[in-house]
C-alpha cells in the first residue's frame, strides 16, 4: 500500500482488532472479509495487488466490517448501508491526500455510487493501470477502436471490437458472428487484419 497511508490503515486494523490475511491470487475477487465474534473478524487481500488496488480494496473491506458491526448481519452487502460506511472509511484518506489527483478525482466519482468492485468501474480501473507498473504497458481491450481484431491473451480465438457497453465491449468472432461480452480491461494482442 501507499507509504503514506500505513499508519492510518495499522491503527484501523488495530482498533477493530482485525486480522489482515494475504492471499495468493484468486481470479473473481482482490479481496473479502469474514466477520467473527470474540476472535476479531478478518480481511484478506490478494497479493498481486498495486499498491493504491491494495489500500482501495483495504477499505473496501475495512467498510464491510464497520457496516456489520453497525447493522449486523440484516443488510445488503454492497447496499445503502455499506455505501455510506464505504464513504465514511474513504474520506480519511482523502483528507491525508494520499492520491495523486487523476486517481482522486475518479476515486471520488467512483464513490458517489460506489459498486461491488472497483473492477465494475471502467474508468478508476484505467487511471488505476497507470499507477500498477506492472500493467502500464500492457494493451487492453478498451484501448481498442471499434473494428479491431484481436485476440485475448488467455484465449487465443479471433474476435473483432464491436463496441463499448459500459465495463464490457460487444464484440464478435468474424468466423462464426457469435457475439460475446469481454470485460474492457482484458489483455489483448492486436491482430493485423485477415
Same mark, same amino acid.
Given at each position: 500500500?501507499?507509504?503514506a ?9 488495530m ?12 481470479k ?10 470474540g ?13 493504491f488496488?491494495?489500500l482501495?480494496?483495504?477499505?473496501h473491506?475495512l ?5 456489520f458491526?453497525?447493522?449486523?448481519a ?5 447496499g445503502?448501508e455499506?455505501k455510506a460506511?464505504?464513504?465514511?472509511? +474513504? @474520506? ?6 494520499i492520491?495523486p489527483?487523476? #486517481?482522486?478525482?475518479? $476515486?471520488? &466519482?467512483h +464513490? @458517489? ?10 474508468? #478508476?480501473?484505467?487511471? $488505476?493501470? &497507470?499507477?500498477?507498473e506492472r500493467k502500464?504497458?500492457?494493451l ?8 479491431t481484431l ?5 484465449n487465443?480465438?479471433l ?5 463499448l ?30
Open positions: 500500500m501507499p507509504e497511508a500505513l499508519n492510518l490503515c495499522v491503527e484501523l486494523i482498533t477493530h482488532r482485525m486480522h489482515l490475511h494475504i492471499e495468493v491470487e484468486r473473481g475477487r482482490y479481496g473479502d472479509y469474514t466477520p467473527h465474534s476472535k476479531g473478524s478478518r480481511i484478506s487481500i490478494n497479493h498481486n495487488l498495486s499498491p488496488e491494495f482501495i480494496t483495504f477499505i473491506e467498510a464491510h466490517h464497520t457496516s458491526l453497525k447493522y449486523g440484516n443488510h445488503e452487502p454492497h445503502a455499506w460506511e464505504y464513504k465514511r472509511c +474513504m @474520506q480519511p484518506f482523502f483528507d491525508l491526500d492520491f489527483y487523476d #486517481l482522486k478525482s475518479a $476515486l471520488a &466519482k +464513490m @458517489q455510487n460506489p459498486k461491488y468492485t472497483q473492477a465494475a468501474d471502467l474508468q #478508476l480501473l484505467q487511471v $488505476l493501470k &497507470k499507477y500498477d502500464a504497458h500492457i487492453t481491450l478498451s484501448q481498442l477502436s471499434d473494428g484481436f485476440s485475448m491473451k488467455s487465443p480465438m474476435l473483432r471490437r464491436i463496441k457497453l459500459r465495463t464490457y465491449v460487444l464484440c464478435e468472432n468474424p468466423q462464426t458472428n457469435i457475439r460475446y461480452k469481454v470485460h474492457a480491461m482484458v489483455e489483448v494482442n492486436r491482430v493485423e487484419q485477415i
